[in-house]
């Protein structure tokens, strides 16, 4: 998953400036980033089916 490293980077720079807002990922299954498998649920802190009621 080429996009994993700028999701960890964009979220640091939201953190950094302080923002109200937080980044969220979209994909369907797991990925294997680093030797650790990845879900949308494990990479944005809840289930996808919560997503609606997180924006």
Do not use: H, W
């Amino acid at each position: 998953m080429p996009y994993s490293t700028s999701v960890f980077g964009f979220k640091a720079y939201l953190v950094e400036r302080k923002s109200p807002y937080q980044a969220i990922v979209a994909f369907s299954g797991e990925f294997d980033f680093k030797g650790e498998k990845v879900t949308e649920a494990s990479l944005n802190g809840f289930a996808s089916n919560d997503i609606a009621d997180k924006v």
